[in-house]
């Protein structure tokens, strides 16, 4: 990536004082931010400008007196900058004013909940004991909505402004926990491992030495290809104590080493660690204490980075709350896994033929992990997995081992065909080099799929959508409702009428009222035939066959409620990842804007994975499940907000909801109802978000889905 720089020609120059600034035309590779420069007679005044490619970059900024020049400063192509261009639209104090209020309401948490005249309030009261202008304080907090910390870019300087360990005594420490659990972590020692160095080793013990928990107890499990005299050389450094323990094993294959291990352990809870990773200074002390918070979890697991070359941290994994259907796409569990002594037993007990032939670490923290999920279906809660969102683990980039993608198709296939509903899944690679992919099985005989199209003339969309869902799907059980909206276009009405005679499958319905997206869906699902329900945009096309043969396979799960899919906007952009809680409003979509082939954070772009929440913009869920929250809710969300609405409804019944890049569409987004720009369709706007905020305020702040150190303002996991 290069760095381009744009000039604005003297005529294009905005007026001083408040200002829009609008950038169209950003090609794809112009993400981030862009620099802007102004400059004056007697000073130069920056600012930052985060970039929207594919769609308008609008800014609020306040222009200063006698301008002689302005850059723009993009890390992008110059190809990519070929067709921007540069609009400056000059506004009332007043006007600036309300908009910046609104979006510190809508995307900075300290203003969340409040009324416009609350934050311009708050503003006046802070300028004046802080004897700054109002101007200054309202423009630095609205600067803090648009900044973006990138993952890969500017860890470093979360960690240093951000992150909070906690540096506690370890006397206090125990002295406030009603119970002192004893950790006990394992970790076996390969020839390979040693080959690297003894140091890694012991700088991994140093990590454990200075925990500000001290009820921790280590097993070093020595492979017998180890010689004498590495033996000896460790034993100088690491005598054995009560709480060091080196074992000099006959075994070499890793998992008899890990077991060995494991069996000699006399903790509550035990965990694995690998040669040269080290554990944060509060780790065992955040474990003591979520252990004694959430006594029915049997499963612990926190948030990990790397070591790079240079021994600095990086790599950031950011990790989402229990996802069963994300674990079965890949570990996202990862290493940081401590498990209560007990459980891990029975797991290990009546897996050892599955355990037993594994040849590393990444395979049996896998198959580990996949036993206990076979087991927490079974048995356990969403209590009992407790997720702990701070970096514990740091891990040694250098990993000689890692799990080979075959490796976890076969962990996988082989835990499900324990499972009697899911012994008929096929399991594949998936589309990462790491990742899984289950095609579940579609019952016999296939369900009736209802179809649901709202829609109100503009057949210049509805023609496409239609045509392409009746062309285009290779599941053919399904009937194609269009709920037709009082359309009084004679093109729209002959096509509607030409499309009912010409497919069996298509049914025209009239609903005569004003328009209710709520409303409008009810009425369809009150008239559908089918024992799942889909709800389709009007203006969305799919992009394969197969769209709705995944859809209907994963909603025929008894688990699993909504289903969502993956959505572009008609230039290749991505336009729906699933739904992230809590991000601008009320929530927005993951990953928005990210080109068609990007894997995303973690690789979710491409994952099967468990989220909150998914648009109604193409969405499956079993009519019974429908019926059983009441369906949409047509009284207080009539347009905006309903689809999340109704996958809470849904996830409170207990059915996990789940998106699937499997199923691809475009999405022309909203062109039947067009942008809420008028007072009318704001203030409805508002009645909107403020029932979404009384009725779902704690989850909106809280998605287990994502991970608490990642942004609410912008839809790109970048952090906090």
């Known amino acids: 990536m290069e760095n381009s720089v744009l000039c604005v020609a003297a005529g294009e120059q905005p007026l001083p004082g408040w200002n829009m600034l609008e950038l169209n035309g950003l090609g794809a590779d112009a993400h981030g931010a862009a620099t802007l420069i102004f400059y004056t007679a007697n000073r130069v005044v920056e600012s930052s400008v985060s970039l929207r490619p594919g769609k308008v970059t609008k800014r609020i900024l306040w222009v200063p007196v006698n301008v002689k020049k302005i850059t723009f400063s993009f890390m992008a192509t110059e190809s990519a900058l070929s067709e921007v261009t540069v609009e400056w639209v000059w506004l009332t104090p007043w006007f600036a004013h309300n908009r910046l209020a609104r979006r510190l309401i809508n995307n900075h948490a300290s203003y969340k909940g409040m009324r416009l005249n609350q934050v311009i309030r708050t503003l006046h009261v802070e300028s004046v004991a802080k004897g700054r202008r109002w101007r200054k304080l309202a423009l630095a907090d609205y600067d803090q909505t648009h900044a973006k910390q990138h993952v890969a870019d500017d860890y470093t300087r979360w960690i240093q402004t951000t992150e909070q360990p906690a540096h506690e005594d370890p006397q206090t420490v125990i002295a406030g926990l009603k119970t002192a659990p004893l950790f006990s972590l394992v970790m076996p020692v390969t020839g390979d491992d040693l080959k690297r160095g003894e140091a890694l080793l012991l700088n991994t013990i140093d990590s454990l030495r200075t925990q500000s928990y001290f009820f921790w107890e280590i097993y070093i499990v020595l492979s017998a290809e180890i010689s004498h005299e590495q033996r000896q050389s460790l034993e100088r450094y690491l005598p054995s104590t009560s709480r060091i323990n080196l074992i000099h094993s006959y075994h070499y294959e890793f998992a008899q080493l890990d077991h060995q291990g494991f069996i000699q352990t006399q903790g509550d809870g035990v965990m694995r660690i690998s040669v040269g990773d080290q554990l944060a200074h509060e780790a065992l002390c955040r474990l003591a204490k979520a252990w004694n918070k959430y006594p029915d979890a049997q499963l612990f697991y926190a948030d990990e980075d790397l070591?790079?070359?240079?021994?600095?941290?990086?790599?950031?994994?950011?990790?989402?709350?229990?996802?069963?259907?994300?674990?079965?796409?890949?570990?996202?569990?990862?290493?940081?896994?401590?498990?209560?002594?007990?459980?891990?037993?029975?797991?290990?007990?009546?897996?050892?033929?599955?355990?037993?032939?594994?040849?590393?670490?990444?395979?049996?923290?896998?198959?580990?992990?996949?036993?206990?999920?076979?087991?927490?279906?079974?048995?356990?809660?969403?209590?009992?997995?407790?997720?702990?969102?701070?970096?514990?683990?740091?891990?040694?980039?250098?990993?000689?081992?890692?799990?080979?993608?075959?490796?976890?198709?076969?962990?996988?296939?082989?835990?499900?065909a324990q499972q009697l509903v899911s012994a008929e899944a096929a399991v594949h690679p998936g589309l990462t080099s790491t990742s899984v992919r289950v095609e579940w099985p579609i019952p016999s005989p296939e369900p009736l799929v209802s179809l649901l199209v709202p829609t109100r003339n503009g057949v210049g969309i509805l023609r496409p959508c239609v045509d392409a869902i009746l062309e285009m799907t290779a599941y053919q059980h399904f009937e194609l409702l269009i709920l037709d909206n009082e359309s009084d276009c004679p093109e729209t009405l002959a096509?509607?009428?030409?499309?009912?005679?010409?497919?069996?499958?298509?049914?025209?319905?009239?609903?005569?009222?004003?328009?209710?997206?709520?409303?409008?869906?009810?009425?369809?699902?009150?008239?559908?035939?089918?024992?799942?329900?889909?709800?389709?945009?009007?203006?969305v096309e799919p992009m394969d066959e197969h769209w709705l043969t995944e859809m209907v396979s994963q909603v025929s799960r008894a688990e699993i409620g909504c289903v969502g899919a993956k959505l572009y906007y008609p230039n290749g952009m991505l336009q729906h990842g699933g739904v992230i809680l809590g991000l601008g409003d009320v929530a927005g979509h993951a990953h928005r804007f990210f080109p068609r082939h990007s894997e995303g954070y973690t690789g979710r772009l491409k994952l099967v994975q468990n989220l909150s929440a998914v648009t109604a913009a193409c969405l499956l869920l079993r009519k019974s499940v429908f019926d059983n929250v009441g369906g949409l809710n047509e009284h207080d969300l009539t347009i905006a907000y309903n689809d999340v609405d109704l996958c809470l409804k849904v996830r409170e019944a207990g059915y996990r909801n789940l998106w699937s890049p499997f199923a691809e569409l475009y999405h022309?987004?909203?062109?039947?109802?067009?942008?809420?720009?008028?007072?009318?369709?704001?203030?409805?706007?508002?009645?909107?978000?403020?029932?979404?905020?009384?009725?779902?305020?704690?989850?909106?702040?809280?998605?287990?889905?994502?991970?608490?150190?990642?942004?609410?303002?912008?839809?790109?996991?970048?952090?906090?």
């Not at 049996?364 to 514990?392: E, K, R």
């Open 307 to 416: 070591f790079g070359p240079k021994g600095e941290r990086c790599h950031p994994v950011f990790k989402p709350g229990w996802n069963p259907d994300l674990l079965l796409s890949t570990n996202y569990i990862g290493r940081v896994a401590l498990y209560k002594r007990r459980l891990l037993w029975q797991l290990e007990t009546e897996q050892a033929d599955l355990l037993g032939n594994l040849t590393n670490a990444a395979a049996v923290d896998y198959a580990l992990a996949l036993t206990f999920l076979n087991w927490q279906s079974i048995h356990g809660t969403i209590d009992s997995v407790c997720h702990l969102p701070y970096m514990l683990y740091h891990r040694l980039a250098e990993l000689p081992r890692p799990l080979l993608q075959d490796d976890a198709v076969t962990l996988v296939r082989k835990v499900l």
């Open 495 to 539: 096509y509607m009428d030409a499309v009912e005679k010409r497919d069996p499958r298509v049914r025209v319905l009239r609903w005569r009222h004003p328009f209710n997206y709520s409303a409008i869906n009810n009425f369809g699902a009150a008239h559908a035939l089918g024992s799942i329900i889909g709800l389709i945009n009007n203006d």
């Open 668 to 720: 022309h987004e909203s062109m039947s109802r067009g942008a809420d720009d008028t007072p009318t369709k704001r203030a409805r706007w508002l009645r909107e978000v403020a029932y979404m905020r009384r009725t779902w305020a704690e989850q909106l702040d809280k998605d287990p889905a994502y991970n608490p150190n990642l942004t609410l303002v912008h839809e790109d996991y970048s952090l906090r």
